[in-house]
């Protein structure tokens, strides 16, 4: 918000509207709501997802976590399913209560499902002695000489309906959101998207609110460039 030519009072209606709204709302509808111009309304959506995703940096998952990849987008004619897709590849994460319901989730865009990025995310998003409960897949061996407890179990829908029941839920909500409101993203977008969708999951039973987090954090996070922002 340094040196905006934008009216604070449009901001504060950006930050409202972004924050009300479980469902997210497109750059077109906040034009709409708050009288910019598309690229400005464009711009700050991207500036204060930006903001979201410095916030999540800030803490860790802990306890019990499920972890897996999902895959966003849709795949080139003829391309492969599952892992060796040419789908948007993302890490994704979330931390249960004693009871087994979900407390936190953080996500995040990766270029491929190995060892490198499964170990690079675990350090950045996962506090050490938590548990972690995937799937088979070898790239996520190394988590167990990591100081992390690692629980494999292959993935069957069928006869195994509660592993990783609520990790499934989250990607089918953010799946949701996405296509619903912005129908698809480039990949270069899609990390911003995932920041806000988490913030907001995050902060569901929150006191303060989501609102009131925004405007804290916006206020104080580091500005991000119209050129950093398209890449």
Not at 109 to 120: E, F, M, N, Q, R
Not at 134 to 146: K, Q, V
Request: aromatic share 10%; proline share 3%.
């Amino acid at each position: 918000m340094d040196k905006t030519q934008t009216p604070l009072r449009k901001w504060f209606l950006a930050f409202y509207f972004m924050s009300e709204d479980k469902r997210g709302i497109s750059a077109l509808s906040l034009k709409s709501k708050i009288g910019v111009a598309y690229q400005t309304a464009w711009s700050m959506c991207q500036k204060i997802r930006h903001a979201m995703g410095k916030q999540e940096e800030n803490s860790l998952l802990d306890g019990i976590i499920e972890l897996d990849d999902a895959f966003f987008g849709s795949p080139t004619e003829g391309g492969k399913r599952g892992r060796g897709t040419d789908k948007t590849v993302v890490l994704t994460s979330v931390s249960l209560t004693e009871d087994g319901k979900p407390k936190h989730a953080k996500m995040k865009v990766v270029d491929s499902v190995d060892s490198d990025s499964v170990t690079a995310f675990a350090n950045e998003y996962i506090e050490k002695g938590s548990e972690i409960r995937t799937d088979g897949f070898r790239a996520y061996n190394p988590l167990a000489n990591n100081g992390y407890t690692l629980m494999k179990k292959s993935y069957d829908p069928k006869n195994q309906p509660q592993h990783l029941h609520w990790l499934h839920i989250i990607v089918s909500n953010v799946k949701s959101y996405i296509g619903g409101t912005f129908h698809g993203l480039d990949k270069i977008h899609l990390q911003r998207y995932l920041n806000e969708f988490c913030f907001r999951f995050n902060l569901r039973w929150s006191q303060d609110g989501v609102f009131s987090n925004l405007v804290r954090i916006c206020v104080n996070t580091t500005k991000i460039t119209y050129h950093e922002m398209i890449g």
